[in-house]
């Protein structure tokens, strides 16, 4: 979950070290494939200008509209997309926007969706939607009111890690049909009696069906994918994740596309033929400072992981001409689309 405030706009998290990491630079082209209130989108954009772009994706149209309206200082340097970052290719094929320099993620939802009446908080009565994207089919009341019991527990021990995600099921199956968050944070409350500990009993009923609802682990397993093809030479990766199923899905990612092989422990000789196209650029994982978390409680969960795109070695030595392509790239000029472009083609016939 990100930090923000209600409607003054987002307290954007780990600012200064998603800075860092996406090394950005002025002139540079960066992706932010989760927009939300702009906070990140604004830090990137004065701090890549002058010449600096921002492509900026959000699923959520009102997203959109507090960001452009914050990004207004920078409308010739931005494009917005309402659309979601499944689709981070297309979107960019569609717009020539690539390489880039960087692709943030900062995943999860954002204080002004945690805060709306779109139902993704127990703190107020909504009803229980919980879609980021408010054209998308199914909401959280679908789900809650038509599943079967076995289906509802199974995803609420998967996305929740919920133990009591049984006891759950079976008392919102009783209870149907539920229509309210607060109706739902009270049934859970039932099944799995008072506080435990100093999260609400139910936190993780409420994150299981919305990473559920937005299919959140399936976009991002498509959309990492995707931003590596995206990314430049020396190009950086930044994800930021809330939660330990999204952190774990960016760890391997990262940490399988900066080896060069893959093939299972004890496997006497390569055969998967997989190449590095990322190295790591810290190996620890970021978290906020005590001093973040007091100024800014929903920052607590924050993990930052980041890689930076190499290039596929062994490709370089049977395709003429790259050599000096790759000087050129890497002495002066990362600036200039063309040539990247040209470099990418290089690869990509390669
Ligand atoms: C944590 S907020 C981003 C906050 C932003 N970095 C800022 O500083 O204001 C996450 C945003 O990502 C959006 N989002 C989540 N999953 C998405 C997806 N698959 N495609 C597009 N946007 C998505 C949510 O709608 C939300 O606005």
Partial sequence: MSPGMPSSGHVPVLLEETMRALAVQPGGRYIDCTLGGGGHALAILERSAPGGQLLGIDADPEAIAVARERLAPYADCVRLINDNFASLQAICLKYDFFPVHGILFDLGLSSLQLESAR?????????LDMRFDPAQEVTAADIVNTWAEAELARLIRAYG?????????REIVRERPIRST?????????AVGRRRGRIHPATKTFQALRITVNRELENLELALKQ????????GRLVVISYHSLEDRIVKQ???REARDCICPPNT???????KAQLRLISRRVITPSAAEIERNPRSRSARLRAAERTMVQDDCYEIPELENLLTE????????PALLKKLQMVFTMA
């Fill in 119 to 127: 139902g993704f908080s127990f703190q107020h009565d909504a009803p």
């Fill in 161 to 169: 890690e919920e133990s009591c995600s049984q006891r759950i099921a």
């Fill in 182 to 190: 607060l109706h739902l944070a009270r049934v859970v409350e039932r």
């Fill in 227 to 234: 931003a590596v093809e995206l990314l430049g030479f020396e």
């Fill in 253 to 255: 990612f990262m940490q």
């Fill in 268 to 274: 006497p000789t390569c055969v998967c033929g997989h």
């Fill in 329 to 336: 790239v890497k002495a002066k000029a990362w600036r200039r």
